[in-house]
T-cell receptor, first 115, second 113 residues
Framework: GESVGLHLPTLSVQEGDNSIINCAYS??????FIWYKQESGKGPQFIID?????DKRQGQRVTVLLNKTVKHLSLQIAATQPGDSAVYFC??????????????FGQGTILTVHP | DADVTQTPRNRITKTGKRIMLECSQT?????MYWYRQDPGLGLRLIYY???????NKGEISDGYSVSRQAQAKFSLSLESAIPNQTALYFC????????????FGSGTRLTVV
């Protein structure tokens, strides 16, 4: 199926630590992956994306790693700050067929950053 | 103004009532989506529309209907609300044409009593 799941539903870290949020996907045809951040009372906001022809992509304080062999995606947040506390979702899509352009979302991981 | 605006932000309605949730966007995107969010279940797709004349069911369309009144407007209706439709509802848009990033609205919190 096209399920996208997360290994850890909650993650607590200290301010300044690096955070790693994991995501597993099952659809080998998936070719595009996104991480979203959802703060309380708000809609999900785009963080970073990666296409399947890449295995790493870096943004500001965030890095996404893609391992297609084991169908695993991770989001790394460097020097985590209290403002990073939120729910993080991974999502995937495929380029062709009836799923074109539609995102399938994972369950979400709650990240809590302690000062 | 927000790129994607949802109204109302909060709504309490009674079982059996018909209710409409509205979404409008200023992104100029052709594609619009309605998602439902329940605790622990992530976001699930209810309906989506790739252009004004295109409406498609998502994974949980039963009990819902939609109307794409214009490129900028996509409304979601609950024909006869039931308590298990209590959830947070999100509208989203995307450009398509190889760009998959979604822009989400702030959500509508619906409670059916």
């Amino acid at each position: 199926g096209e399920s996208v799941g997360l290994h850890l539903p909650t993650l607590s870290v200290q301010e300044g630590d690096n955070s790693i949020i994991n995501c597993a996907y099952s659809n080998s045809a998936s070719d595009y992956f996104i991480w979203y951040k959802q703060e309380s009372g708000k809609g999900p906001q785009f963080i970073i994306d990666i296409r399947s022809n890449m295995d790493k992509r870096q943004g500001q304080r965030v890095t996404v790693l893609l391992n297609k062999t084991v169908k695993h995606l991770s989001l790394q947040i460097a020097a985590t700050q209290p403002g990073d506390s939120a729910v993080y979702f991974c999502a995937e899509s495929t380029a062709g067929g009836t799923s074109y352009g539609k995102l399938t979302f994972g369950q979400g991981t709650i990240l809590t950053v302690h000062p | 103004d927000a790129d994607v605006t949802q109204t109302p932000r909060n709504r309490i309605t009674k079982t059996g009532k018909r209710i409409m949730l509205e979404c409008s966007q200023t992104k100029g995107h052709d594609r619009m989506y309605w998602y439902r969010q329940d605790p622990g279940l992530g976001l699930r797709l209810i309906y989506y529309s790739f252009d004004v004349k295109d409406i498609n069911k998502g994974e949980i369309s039963d009990g819902y209907s939609v109307s794409r009144q214009a490129q900028a407007k996509f409304s979601l209706s609950l024909e006869s609300a039931i308590p298990n439709q209590t959830a947070l509802y999100f509208c989203a848009t995307s450009e398509g044409q190889g760009s998959y990033g979604y822009t989400f609205g702030s959500g509508t919190r619906l409670t059916v009593v």
